[in-house]
């Protein structure tokens, strides 16, 4: 079915996690929720594709896990706090994952913070910054 | 009879907590924002509140994705810390106050606010990182605590007018609890910030000054925020600023602002944190002061 268009989705560089994503992502969500136990951290390093098969994700959810490619399982219905447990499984942080989906090294990530984060200005609106 | 003394605002950064706990706090990119907290600590300290009402959102720790309740409240006699993925903070259990708790569902489901009732449940970094800015590092927390959870990740989020309504069913529910009670009453999240996709990293000061100004100076222009305006101007997890609504609902019309701290980053987020103590009891410590 074709994605319903919200308000929200003119907002650029930006995955709201609503009910149709839900639906999509919830076997995913469930996925990075059991690596909250340790055992299972330990058990998915191990093997991760062996892992992922208890859990009814599609494929492409199953290589963009493998791959840690953040954005695409945003828009696969993965919400942030339940893949920033794949990063901590990783033993990195929120603010790794976060430089990363940015395109941003994490060193010019550490500092566009620092200098007091990334302006709203230009950052409003697809239609604005004339993006689909 | 039970009364609300005051409201607290405050992040609820993970990263603040790990800062904690790993001995951090007097590094240079930390140092500003503990000592920022250092006068809350004080106040808390003279305070004394025998129960914190603590409004937070859990990150996918106590629910997942099989019951994602918008309203939670928590009426355990215990809540242990949750593992989020990077082992559990060496913080104490919180204490929670079973039979207060059910006094307030009860109380707020004829008030029509449909609360889930939770019996058992662990609490994550929302809730302890607030506990730790306020009230250190004690062997004990030195208060009770009820816990209020609110879906804030799956949009929609509560409206902040539902919020707001819902803070004032809270001080009804509060007052009509007999034993004589101080109750400390936090709103956490936000404020702005973002930490998903391209835009990540987003901080919008304005907005937050200007929610800071509103809360004691104009709640109703807060309460009329639609869910699309904190998204676009302050980030998608800004949203989170309606738990403060809920805080300052519970506070009554009249609140004395007594502190207020910003500072950006903790991590990808504007840190904000506010004291607004409620009339009554603002009259009061002014009293003794004076005496």
Known sequence: MERKQQDYDD???????????ARAGYHLN?????????????????????????YAM???QKQAVLKRDWNTLLHLGGVSYALAKLAF?????????????????????LDMMVKGGRAVEGWRSKKERGEQ | MARIIAGIGTSHTPAIGAAFDNGKTAEPYWKPLFDGYEPSKKWMAEAKPDVVI?????????FDFKIIPTFALGCADMFEIADEGWGARPVPPVKGYPEFASHLVQSLVLDEFDMTIVNEMQVDHGLTTPMTLLFGAPKAWPTRVVPLAVNVIQYPAPTGHRCYMLGKAIKRAVESWDEDLKVVI???????????HKRAGLINKDFDTRF????????????KIQPIEYLREAGNEAIELVMWLIMRGALGDKVEEVYRFY?????????????????AYHDERAKKAAA
């Not at chain 2, 800071?212 to 309460?223: G, H, I, M, Q, T």
């Not at chain 2, 500072?263 to 009339?279: D, R």
């Open chain 2, 54 to 62: 603590m409004v937070y959102n859990d990150h996918v720790n106590a």
């Open chain 1, 11 to 21: 907002i650029p560089g930006t995955v709201v996690f609503d009910a149709q994503r």
């Open chain 1, 30 to 54: 469930q996925f990075l929720y059991s690596l909250m136990k340790a055992e299972n951290r330990k058990a998915f390093l191990a093997d991760e594709y062996g892992y992922m098969k208890a």
């Open chain 2, 186 to 196: 936090f709103g956490t999240g936000g404020m702005s910030h973002q930490i998903q």
């Open chain 1, 58 to 60: 599609s494929e492409e």
């Open chain 1, 89 to 109: 499984t990783d033993e990195h942080s929120y603010q790794y994952m976060a430089a990363e989906m940015t395109g941003m090294s994490q060193q010019e990530y």
């Open chain 2, 212 to 223: 800071l100004d509103n809360l004691s100076k104009d709640p109703e222009a807060l309460v």
């Open chain 2, 263 to 279: 500072h950006v980053p903790a991590s990808s987020t504007g840190v904000g944190h506010i004291i607004l103590e409620t009339k």
